[in-house]
């Protein structure tokens, strides 16, 4: 019951997500707009990490199901896609690299960070 409820508080904070979206003509999709909300929710304290975490697992544990539906869309249009092939590849490398990068110089920057802070509290 626990998980049951969990996924309650989620499914809200994506429906008000949704609504926002909706209403204020968001340009931006309604699973981001709840990523940020769920996080600014986290971070005042509206939103208690234990109130969400068994059912957020639930949620990573079946991820792969969800991304179904996408991948069978993705199926409808092979012809645009094969037109696309290089453009798609470079755009996916380019990204790729892009996401590394960027994944190094934060955790580079976190872990200096960490260390000169680190040294002060001792």
């Not at 929710?41 to 179904?68: N, T, Y």
Request: charged share 15%; net charge neutral; proline share 3%.
């Amino acid at each position: 019951m626990k998980i049951v409820k969990q996924l309650i508080i989620l499914f809200l904070i994506y429906m008000a997500a949704d609504l926002l979206t909706t209403y204020l003509s968001l340009p931006l999709p309604a699973t981001l707009i709840s990523m940020i909300l769920l996080i600014v929710l986290l971070l005042v304290g509206a939103v208690k990490e234990k109130w969400i975490d068994e059912g957020s697992r639930v949620l990573l544990k079946i991820l792969p199901v969800l991304f179904i539906p996408a991948g069978v869309r993705i199926l409808d249009h092979v012809s645009l896609l094969s037109e696309n092939f290089i453009s798609l590849t470079v755009i996916v490398l380019v990204t790729t690299f892009l996401t590394f990068a960027v994944t190094l110089l934060t955790v580079n920057a976190l872990t200096r960070r960490e260390n000169i802070h680190g040294n002060d509290r001792e």
